[in-house]
């Protein structure tokens, strides 16, 4: 299997099939922040597809030494997603699709709390502002570090590092501990 920079290094030089496989290998993720962002699957699929195609047919302007291919493809998505709620002006619903919320879990027990936790979260993320909620999603959804953050909002790092700590503060005044450290590590996602 080939490496992400010997991906973009083949499609740069017209190797359709590196588009292809880069294309595969980053559409769940960027349906992922879509989603995230927009709320709406079909919007969030627009915005991936769009992110992607834009990403890809100006790939000779990804450059390597600014940021990871991941982080460039990111800001792409979050700046169509900012497009998208600019043009429908509409508060964001935070409705999961059921198949993202099913987990295999030993017993409808932890079945049934685990979706609770993640209705609560994803309930108190509705609340936040949309510069915050960005914020949150990129570092405990996404999973990217302060300066990545940082290149896809276009802010300085303190910056992205104040959002997620004014997110979080607001988080856990709406929180449980329990829900609040299922957001750390990601288990509502």
Same mark, same amino acid.
């Given at each position: 299997?080939?490496?992400?920079? *010997?991906?973009? #290094?083949? &499609?740069?030089?017209?190797? *359709? ?30 915005? @991936? ?5 834009? @990403?890809?047919? !100006? ?6 030494? $600014? ?6 493809? !990111? ?6 997603? $900012? ?6 002006? +509409?508060?964001?619903? &935070?409705? $999961?699709? #059921? ?5 295999? @879990? ?6 049934? +709390?685990?979706?609770?936790? $993640? +209705? ?6 509705? @609340? ?5 909620? #960005?914020?949150?999603?990129?570092? =405990? &959804?996404?999973? !990217?570090? =302060? !300066? ?13 590092? +104040? ?5 979080? *503060? ?14 750390? *590590?990601? #288990?509502?996602?």
């Amino acid at each position: 299997m080939l490496g992400m920079n *010997e991906l973009i #290094e083949r &499609w740069q030089a017209g190797d *359709e099939r590196a588009a292809e496989a880069i294309y595969n290998q980053h559409r769940a993720l960027a349906f992922r922040l879509a989603y995230g962002l927009l709320g709406d699957a079909a919007e969030a699929e627009e915005a @991936a597809q769009d992110a992607l195609a834009y @990403a890809l047919a !100006h790939i000779q302007r990804y450059d390597p030494l $600014r940021a990871g291919f991941s982080t460039w493809l !990111h800001t792409i998505t979050v700046s169509r997603c $900012r497009d998208r709620q600019r043009r429908r002006q +509409s508060p964001v619903a &935070w409705v $999961r699709p #059921e198949a993202d919320l099913v987990d295999p @879990a030993p017993t409808p027990e932890h079945h049934a +709390s685990r979706q609770e936790a $993640r +209705s609560e979260v994803w309930q108190a993320v509705q @609340a936040l502002n949309p510069r915050l909620r #960005e914020a949150i999603l990129l570092r =405990y &959804w996404a999973g !990217h570090t =302060y !300066h990545e953050m940082a290149d896809i909002l276009g802010c300085p790092v303190p910056t992205a590092q +104040s959002r997620v700590r004014l997110a979080f *503060e607001r988080l856990r005044a709406a929180l449980t501990p329990a829900d609040l450290i299922a957001l750390e *590590e990601g #288990e509502v996602s």
